[in-house]
């Protein structure tokens, strides 16, 4: 069985930190080495777009958010 992504309803951000404490530096880091920078451009409030399970859109997958709250 295929494993699927679990998103909360929340920012990006949030569902990247996914409760840790937001370090700006660490998560810079994060997202200039995944080059998430384009893909928040595309996003009406950058990584403060809310998304959730319902509001996932192709160019911003579930999984991408997942992998990204992995590496954070």
């Keep these: 069985m ?3 992504a679990f998103i ?3 920012t990006v951000r949030d ?3 996914f409760g840790c404490k937001y370090d700006k530096k660490r998560y810079n880091i994060i997202v200039n ?5 384009k893909d928040f451009e595309i ?3 950058g990584d403060k777009s809310q998304i959730g399970e319902k509001v996932m859109d192709s160019q911003f997958s579930a ?3 997942q992998f990204h ?3 954070y």
């Design 15 to 17: 569902n990247i930190l």
């Design 8 to 10: 909360l309803n929340a």
């Design 2 to 4: 295929a494993q699927q």
């Design 63 to 65: 999984q991408a958010v």
């Design 43 to 45: 996003l009406p409030k």
């Design 33 to 37: 080495a995944c080059a998430l920078t």
């Design 69 to 71: 709250r992995y590496l």
